[in-house]
C-alpha cells in the first residue's frame, strides 16, 4: 500500500512541473518581423560563420600595427574551442588583387594551448595597416574532427547574412 502512496505522490510532484514551460522561443506575433539571432563577437571583432552557425571564428584586427587575430569559439561566441592546426591560411582580395595571410598557431602557456591545440592564430601584414575592408575566403579550418573550407566572407562585415 505504501509503494502505491508514494507513486501517486511523486507524479502529483512531477506533472505540474513537466507542464511549466522551458526556455522555449515564445511565438512572434502575427505579421512581426522575426528576431534576428545574434551573437556579440567578445574582442569586438569580425565573426565568421563555420556551418550553420556550428562555430566562428572572430577576426580582430589592429590597425596601428597591421596583426590580424583569429580566434576560435563555439556557436555561441562564448566559449574557445581548439584547433589541431598549426596555421591557418586566409585569402584576401585588396582592389582586385589576392593576398594571402598565413595566420601562426599561438601558444599559451597560461591556458595550456600549445601549437597543435589552441583557439588563437595571428599574423602581421603593413598591407592590413591601410586596409579597412577586403572579401577574404578562409581556406581550411579543422575543429574537433570537423573541416570546414573556402569559407567565405567580408572584413570587417563577416558572413552572418541573416
Known amino acids: 500500500m505504501r509503494s502505491r502512496a508514494a507513486t501517486c505522490l511523486v507524479l502529483a510532484l512531477c506533472v ?12 512572434e506575433p502575427a ?13 569586438g571583432g569580425t565573426p565568421v560563420v563555420l556551418g550553420a ?7 580582430v584586427l589592429d590597425p596601428a600595427t ?4 583569429a580566434y576560435v569559439f563555439d556557436g ?4 574557445f574551442i581548439r584547433s ?5 591560411q586566409i585569402d584576401a582580395t585588396v582592389r582586385g588583387a589576392t593576398r594571402t595571410l598565413r595566420l601562426a598557431a599561438v601558444a599559451n602557456p597560461a591556458t595550456g594551448e600549445t601549437v597543435g591545440d589552441t583557439a588563437l592564430f595571428e ?7 591601410s586596409t579597412p575592408s577586403f572579401d ?6 579543422v575543429i574537433r574532427g570537423t573541416t570546414f573550407t573556402d569559407v567565405k566572407f567580408n572584413f570587417p562585415k563577416g558572413n552572418d547574412r541573416d
Open 16 to 27: 505540474p512541473l513537466a507542464l511549466v514551460p522551458g526556455c522555449a522561443k515564445p511565438p
Open 31 to 43: 505579421g512581426a518581423a522575426p528576431i534576428k539571432h545574434e551573437h556579440k563577437p567578445p574582442h
Open 53 to 59: 552557425e556550428i562555430y566562428h571564428v572572430e577576426l
Open 66 to 69: 597591421g596583426r590580424l587575430q
Open 76 to 79: 555561441e561566441l562564448e566559449n
Open 84 to 88: 589541431p592546426l598549426p596555421a591557418l
Open 123 to 129: 599574423t602581421q601584414a603593413d598591407w592590413l595597416k
Open 136 to 141: 577574404g575566403m578562409l581556406k581550411s579550418i
